[in-house]
T-cell receptor, first 110, second 111 residues
Framework: NAGVTQTPKFQVLKTGQSMTLQCAQD?????MYWYRQDPGMGLRLIYY???????DKGEVPNGYNVSRLNKREFSLRLESAAPSQTSVYFC?????????FGPGTRLTVT | DAKTTQPPSMDCAEGRAANLPCNHS???????VYWYRQIHSQGPQYIIH???NNETNEMASLIITEDRKSSTLILPHATLRDTAVYYC????????????FGAGTRLFVKA
């Protein structure tokens, strides 16, 4: 039981490049989330998916797209990366109560 | 979704109880209070949650006021490893679990 896994762990992009952050959970949870955390700040919700086939915007969705590929996987795409998107990205899933978080992806956009 | 207010930082002596307050004056009747903590740059870790009764588990106790407008997380015997950022979150258990984190309280446990 791996919990929530994220790939890659680290990534450096140039401005304007695109990439997809992958997230998977093996706990059969319905809800999944993407957050970003800037240095010294709290987590901000980017997008979430209440169940397979649905996605909704969070607090800071601009510049991102998501896909809930199936119940296990929820990906986050940056179409044209900007330096302001330099951050740590956390994926999470929720069962009945608590959220479980992945280890994070550290993204730097130069 | 209800908002929460927490002090930005607190200190606690090792071995003493750490009492972390949270205000959530706009909480709705079906919303739960959750507490998480984040150590260094790891993903947040669930601690405890409650609706209106006080709750206790192996990590902490949660005290919710009778009007539910505030709560306190208690770490009964703080250790250096409890130094972390603690987040208080209010969230319903329906409608897709939209979960918003605030800035949290940075707890420093000192020897």
């Amino acid at each position: 039981n791996a919990g929530v896994t994220q790939t890659p762990k680290f990534q450096v992009l140039k401005t304007g490049q695109s990439m997809t952050l992958q997230c998977a959970q093996d706990m059969n949870h319905n809800s999944m989330y993407w957050y970003r955390q800037d240095p010294g700040m709290g987590l901000r919700l980017i997008y979430y998916s209440a169940s397979e086939g649905t996605t909704d915007k969070g607090e800071v969705p601009n510049g991102y797209n998501v896909s809930r590929l199936n119940k296990r996987e929820f990906s986050l795409r940056l179409e044209s990366a900007a330096p302001s998107q330099t951050s740590v990205y956390f994926c999470a899933s929720t069962g009945t109560y608590e959220q479980y978080f992945g280890p994070g992806t550290r993204l730097t956009v130069t | 979704d209800a908002k929460t207010t927490q002090p930005p930082s607190m200190d606690c002596a090792e071995g003493r109880a750490a009492n972390l307050p949270c205000n959530h004056s706009t909480i709705s009747g079906n919303e739960y209070v959750y507490w998480y903590r984040q150590i260094h740059s790891q993903g947040p870790q669930y601690i405890i949650h409650g609706l209106k009764n006080n709750e206790t588990n192996e990590m902490a106790s949660l005290i919710i006021t009778e009007d539910r407008k505030s709560s306190t997380l208690i770490l009964p015997h703080a250790t250096l490893r409890d130094t972390a950022v603690y987040y208080c979150i209010v969230r319903g258990n329906t409608g897709g679990f939209k979960t918003i984190f605030g800035a949290g309280t940075r707890l420093f446990v000192k020897a």
